[in-house]
T-cell receptor, first 113, second 117 residues
Framework: AQSVTQLGSHVSVSEGALVLLRCNYS??????LFWYVQYPNQGLQLLLK??????LVKGINGFEAEFKKSETSFHLTKPSAHMSDAAEYFC???????????FGSGTKLNVKP | GAVVSQHPSRVICKSGTSVKIECRSL??????MFWYRQFPKQSLMLMAT?????????EQGVEKDKFLINHASLTLSTLTVTSAHPEDSSFYIC?????????????FGSGTRLTVV
């Protein structure tokens, strides 16, 4: 069985500060891992994904995430937060057939001026 | 590219009535579409997988007769909530895949907020 845990339903950072959103997963098979962002009244947008290969994955808008198998983690980071980063972020894991996604409960990021 | 349109964005209906939600892939053919439901402060939960021209595959615990899914074309899937009740109030979101072209990732619609009164 697969599951995703996102620690912290709300995270607040100051503009220019480091963003760290945590994601831990459990999977019985090698996981494929994703981060999605949802802006108010919009659909989910893929930020980045890990399938195979390099464990440090770079995505859009300056975000990156590192797959750490030993820690079963896929934390999302951005060196310097921007006001436009305020949104809800979802971590998801998929089996290798891409047919089933398991989502975390989401983390709302607030960026303070 | 890879735009998915979902309609309506919000709907309020009376208990006992049926509601249809549409999910369209606007610039690609979606061989597979997925329907998710999200209760407040909870994860998105996969309800069913629909493949064009065949019956949908429902996740355990999802009532097939209550949540009717039709994927009659490569660009349209519909979810009909039949005889809706207040406990069906939720956020429903679809996603679509062009197949094995994973460069698109999975594209999601903007969701439908259903309120049953």
């Amino acid at each position: 069985a697969q599951s995703v845990t996102q620690l912290g339903s709300h995270v607040s950072v100051s503009e220019g500060a480091l963003v760290l959103l945590r994601c831990n997963y459990s999977s019985s098979v090698p996981p494929y891992l994703f981060w999605y962002v949802q802006y108010p009244n919009q659909g989910l947008q893929l930020l980045l994904k890990y399938t195979t290969g390099a464990t440090l994955v770079k995505g859009i808008n300056g975000f990156e995430a590192e797959f750490k198998k030993s820690e079963t983690s896929f934390h999302l980071t951005k060196p310097s937060a921007h006001m436009s980063d305020a949104a809800e972020y979802f971590c998801a894991v998929s089996e290798n057939n891409f047919n089933k996604f398991y989502f975390g409960s989401g983390t709302k990021l607030n960026v303070k001026p | 590219g890879a735009v998915v349109s979902q309609h309506p964005s919000r709907v309020i209906c009376k208990s006992g009535t049926s509601v249809k939600i549409e999910c369209r892939s606007l610039d690609f053919q979606a061989t597979t579409m997925f329907w998710y439901r999200q209760f407040p402060k909870q994860s998105l939960m996969l309800m069913a997988t629909s493949n064009e021209g065949s019956k949908a595959t429902y996740e355990q615990g999802v009532e097939k007769d209550k949540f009717l899914i039709n994927h009659a074309s490569l660009t349209l899937s519909t979810l009909t909530v039949t005889s809706a009740h207040p406990e069906d109030s939720s956020f429903y979101i679809c996603s679509a895949s062009p197949g094995w072209n994973f460069d698109y990732g999975y594209t999601f619609g903007s969701g439908t907020r259903l309120t049953v009164v």
